[in-house]
């Protein structure tokens, strides 16, 4: 029996297929549309958020889901992890500096937060986001925190309206069969 190059067989291929179908094509170009807008626009972002350009592409990708109202969805729920993320770093800078100790706590204490079933995918961010704080904005954590916040509320916006300007066309096809 010969051998090919490709070892794909039929549901391999029906699998690629499936993944490359016009809802799906649609939503990844979507995602890469609005990364590209949200690059283009980070600059623009006053004070120390332009130095922190590559969160707006982020928070672009974190808000970009087959509907509108998931990622609307997501957009607040990922707002919100990052706000307590940043409270929780500020309230450990308040009280001391990032320091081994106070680096594990934070985390920690983040994932518990993190955890709870309210902030959803937002959950994540809590202990990222305060990890980012303490050792990336350090010393300057405040200006660090609003950039950082600023940048992925822009790509949030941008994602959002990518969402809302171009709807996928209606799955007719699938509710019939």
Request: charged letters at 10%; one cysteine or more; a positive charge.
């Amino acid at each position: 029996m010969p051998r090919t190059i490709f070892p794909w067989n039929a549901s391999r291929l029906a699998s690629v297929r499936r993944r490359l179908r016009p809802p799906r094509f649609l939503q990844v170009t979507k995602i890469a549309v609005a990364v590209a807008i949200a690059w283009t626009l980070s600059p623009f972002l006053p004070g120390d958020a332009q130095e922190l350009r590559y969160y707006a592409p982020l928070g672009a990708l974190l808000s970009m889901h087959p509907t509108l109202m998931r990622s609307l969805r997501s957009a607040l729920q990922t707002l919100a992890g990052l706000t307590v993320g940043i409270v929780l770093a500020g309230a450990v800078l308040l009280l001391s500096e990032p320091s081994v100790w106070t680096i594990s706590l934070v985390t920690g204490l983040g994932s518990l937060i993190g955890g709870m079933r309210w902030l959803g995918v937002g959950g994540e961010h809590v202990p990222l986001t305060a990890f980012f704080v303490l050792i990336i904005g350090g010393p300057e954590a405040d200006n660090y925190s609003a950039g950082y916040f600023a940048q992925v509320c822009l790509g949030i916006v941008v994602g959002l309206l990518v969402d809302l300007l171009i709807l996928p066309p209606l799955a007719v096809g699938t509710a019939v069969e």
